[in-house]
């Protein structure tokens, strides 16, 4: 705005320079002032109150930014972190490439909050596993849910005719593996805290040729068998449901991983709704149970959620990114700046250690002054020997001694 209501011979970037260089030698000159006020005797170390006032300082400032990701996301889940139990628990299981055989979805009262009374059974019940003690004390009864997922399918298979037929051949007469896929989703509530809405995992068991779950399975499409077939190890009891997009089931809890997981049956259902004997005539869901059961519950699959506090809505700008995430965008950056800050000092000394600025000083109000007055031509020439001083080293050592 200077330039604009200012009559003046200089360009904008001629300006601006002199501006830069009024400014910059206005410090230096400051600086040399408070020299001759506080002198440093020769030969004598700085003062501790000096190295550890300006030095300590900044170094703790410097460990403050490293540590600052790892306390933030500490204080995220330990102190300020919201618990988001998952309002949806969706799983699937699905055999090979084909539609899924077993779909369900608890949601509400199928999602019990755990009481400390539960709390304390499961305490109980891991008490002589010090690991597994070790991951329960992280959460509080707050922090856990049971799914209660309903062993009968909730919508019915409806597979083609031509894609079952193909299924059950491949069970029958197959040379090569299958996979069982188990499939577990969870989702939470946004508008509570968090950046990640659904949490998902599966669980693969590769069915073998000739096996007896395969013979078992291909009888139940055949209707040739109608007991369940039992498949080992395939419901995971306890899953841990973090801020991430990984669920994972809780090894702490199962010491021998897959082994520990739960046995259950499965088995498939028809209902005649027409006369005949073709797909038409029939409804057909898949039912799923828990194997060797001995109560009432056996058809409700049920599965613990370890629920992982979460930002607040008000930080989750920030725990969105993680820790690599706050990394890269806050101490790489600040690690950029102080390394830009002290680097290619020796550039300017030139420019910055000069013992006696009062002639430079006097030029440049000189051109402010001429400016003033209205003598452009004089404030040109004034400009073309502040340029040509700052050329020349020779002249600039000159100009800048102590005077006599």
């Known amino acids: 705005m200077d330039w604009v209501w200012t009559d003046t011979t200089l360009s904008l970037s001629d300006w601006m320079c002199v501006e830069d260089i009024y400014a910059n030698i206005f410090i230096i000159k400051c600086s040399r002032e408070t020299e001759k006020k506080y002198p440093q ?22 460990i403050c930014i490293i540590w600052f990701p ?11 972190g919201v618990v988001n139990r998952p309002i949806d628990v969706t799983v699937t299981l699905k055999l090979g490439g084909y539609e899924p055989l077993f779909t369900m979805s608890a949601q509400q009262q199928s999602i019990q909050p755990f009481t400390p009374k539960d709390y304390e059974a499961l305490t109980d019940k891991f008490e002589r596993q010090p690991v597994a003690m070790q991951f329960i004390t992280l959460y509080s009864y707050e922090d856990l849910v049971k799914a209660r997922i309903e062993g009968s399918s909730g919508s019915l298979w409806s597979i ?22 188990f499939t577990w989703s969870f989702q939470r509530d946004l508008g509570v805290g968090g950046t990640v809405e659904y949490t998902s995992e599966k669980h693969t068991t590769e069915l073998k040729p000739n096996s007896t779950e395969r013979r078992n399975l291909a ?35 199962l010491p021998e991983d897959e082994e520990n997981y739960l046995d259950v049956e499965v088995q498939l259902k028809r209902q005649r709704v027409g006369p005949g004997n073709s797909s038409d005539s029939f409804l057909e869901w898949w039912v799923i149970r828990l194997a060797d059961c001995r109560h009432e519950d056996c058809r409700i699959l049920p599965m613990v959620i370890f629920s992982d506090k979460v930002s607040p809505p008000s930080l989750g700008f920030l725990a969105g990114y993680g820790i690599m995430g706050l990394y890269v965008s806050i101490v ?20 910055e250690e000069l013992p006696c ?13 001429v400016r ?24 600039m050592i000159k100009w800048t001694r102590e005077k006599e």
């Open 41 to 62: 005797p020769k030969g004598q170390k700085k003062k501790k109150i000096v190295k550890y006032g300006m030095g300590g300082l900044i170094i703790l400032f410097l």
């Open 70 to 80: 790892l306390l933030f996301m500490s204080l995220v889940r330990s102190v300020v």
């Open 160 to 181: 083609s005719p031509p894609s079952r037929e193909q299924l059950r051949e491949e069970l029958h007469s197959g040379s090569s593996d299958i996979t069982l896929r």
């Open 219 to 253: 009888g139940l499409l055949q209707g040739t068998h109608e007991a369940p077939v039992k498949i080992p190890h395939l419901f995971p009891p306890y899953i841990r449901a973090p801020s991430g997009p990984d669920a994972n089931p809780v090894k702490q809890l």
């Open 332 to 351: 790489l950056v600040i690690g950029k700046f102080v390394r830009g800050f002290f680097s290619e000092i020796s550039h300017s000394i030139m420019f």
């Open 357 to 369: 600025v009062d002639r430079i000083l006097k030029l440049c109000h000189d051109i402010f002054l």
């Open 372 to 395: 003033e007055t209205g003598e452009l031509e004089l404030e040109e020439e004034l400009y073309a020997k502040l340029i040509f001083l700052y050329r020349s080293p020779e002249t």
